[in-house]
């Protein structure tokens, strides 16, 4: 089992930046990837970011892309989120996630390939 627990999240105005951080505990040497998701109101979990644990290799979305940055801390067995030029349409909950299986984590991108997820952190943006 691998526990994760999201932080960083809040309020911020558009334009700013927030970093999110999940600290994974438990059976954390079996972890493949590492993946932020986000849900809005009404809405699916989507993709945000996902990262390799060994070899760091990352994957964002469209919609984030020159934005947001995720990278990892393996001695803390952290990852973080680096959230900038933030956008109204930004706002949802964001969960982290991890896997434990390998798979194409740039073709692969839902939510139904990973284990373990934290409880979700808010972010809202103000316009």
């Known amino acids: 089992q691998v526990q994760l627990v999201e932080s960083g999240g809040g309020l911020v105005q558009a334009g700013g930046s927030l970093r999110l951080s999940c600290t994974a505990s438990?059976?954390?040497?079996?972890?493949?990837?590492m993946a932020w998701f986000r849900q809005a109101p009404g809405k699916g979990r989507e993709s945000v970011a996902v990262i390799l644990w060994a070899g760091g290799s990352t994957y964002y979305a469209d919609s984030v892309k020159g934005r947001f940055t995720v990278s990892k801390d393996n001695a803390k067995n952290t990852v973080y989120l680096q959230m900038n030029s933030l956008k109204a349409a930004d706002t949802a909950v964001y969960y982290c996630?991890?896997?434990?299986?390998?798979?194409?984590?740039?073709?692969?991108?839902?939510?139904?390939?990973?284990?373990?997820w934290g409880q979700g952190t808010q972010v809202t943006v103000s316009s």
């Open positions: 996630a991890a896997a434990a299986r390998a798979f194409d984590i740039w073709t692969r991108t839902g939510p139904y390939d990973y284990e373990y």
């Open positions: 438990g059976r954390t040497f079996r972890t493949y990837a």
